[in-house]
């Protein structure tokens, strides 16, 4: 029961976790075997006290006094994040954002499939993006069933974020990815994550204004 | 010095701040005047306490048994966030990603004015993109300073981002927003935030593993 263990990891945690793989793969493909604790930490550019304990949740793959395995290392961090699968996926919204998704390869590459582009306006339904073709939106319910989709992208305008998670709820979908700038209504069983990029601009703006203020002063 | 007492500001409060920002316009836009925390907090998916804490920072615009005045709050908020006030902002890597944010209006609406495009791909420059011809990467140094850059955001692949970087710490930029999946260095003077889509995919992904899981013990 693996899961078990894995169950109180902290969101933050995941994230780091991402960030984890993301280094450890790249240390695989130049043949690294083993690396330390330190090492880790400093090409992940996080501090290695926060990374020995992230890396608790795996104990027995750290080696006393040499480090971690590698590859073992990777593949117990992308079970426990349940990215030893691939996992269906659907765009809803082929604006800008919706199309840069769909023709961006990093997705399938991370195992999210993209098996369905969706969106409501009759100039956009019957279009080839990404090697899909664009659906009526109002068929979500029942696409989603019939592909399989698990994870919804929202890529919507903000007034249409909400009736189109609608349409994945009725699909039962049980996870929720979502780009729209507005805040969506689902039930506490289904996982929602909010993209917003505009979140980091203003983080860099205040951080920034933060130091010419102290340059100032 | 308002700065001052808004130099310790958390960064997840940050995020939150420009969530509150969000809200407190669109009630503006609808007339509200006055608004109480628990109703902010509803609206902002956050808990009472959690915005009581976070608009701490802003007491003196709370009404005591009242709430907050709205526009009162959002300014003050905005002013701390150094968002009264426009940025100058450079895409470098204009693939599909950093074509969508080329052509998304949401950047200018928020006041990061994107006022240069930059490829390293002979075949994009000079192309034109959401009334931008896209300029040559190795211009970026006297550009960012030409064009009055502050902050860079990064949309190339991984392996040419620390070029980018590189590009604009030379022409002195202070703030970088890096979309390409790739961890890159610079000064400790400058303010980097990662935009990785892919990690709230793997935080559903692995919620709805948590959940599957659960459901079969």
């Not at 690396?35 to 949740?57: F, H």
């Not at 019957?126 to 979500?140: A, F, H, P, T």
């Not at 805040?183 to 289904?190: A, G, H, L, S």
Request: glycine letters at 10%; one cysteine or more.
């Amino acid at each position: 029961m693996p899961h078990r263990k894995y169950e109180r990891i902290p969101r933050a945690t995941i994230s780091r976790l991402a960030i984890y793989v993301q280094e450890l793969e790249g240390m695989e493909r130049q043949g690294v075997k083993v690396v330390s604790s330190e090492k880790l930490a400093v090409s992940c550019g996080v501090n290695p006290s926060q990374i020995r304990k992230d890396l608790a949740y795996f104990g027995e793959f750290g080696l006393r006094g040499v480090g971690y395995h590698v590859f073992e290392l990777k593949e117990a961090i992308k079970q426990s994040l349940g990215l030893d699968r691939t996992w269906n996926v659907a765009v809803v919204g082929v604006g800008n954002l919706g199309r840069a998704l769909l023709r961006h390869g990093v997705l399938r590459k991370r195992g999210f499939i993209i098996v369905g582009a969706f969106d409501c306006d009759p100039f956009k339904i019957g279009e080839e993006i990404g090697g899909l073709e664009v659906i009526c939106s109002s068929k979500l319910p029942e696409k989603t069933r019939e592909l399989n989709v698990e994870i919804g992208i929202i890529t919507t305008p903000a007034e249409r974020a909400q009736r189109a998670v609608n349409y994945l709820l009725e699909a039962g979908i049980k996870g929720i990815v979502n780009f729209a700038p507005a805040r969506i209504k689902t039930p506490p069983n289904v996982a929602v994550e909010y993209v917003d990029f505009i979140h980091h601009l203003f983080s860099v703006a205040f951080r920034i204004t933060q130091s010419q203020a102290k340059g100032l002063i």
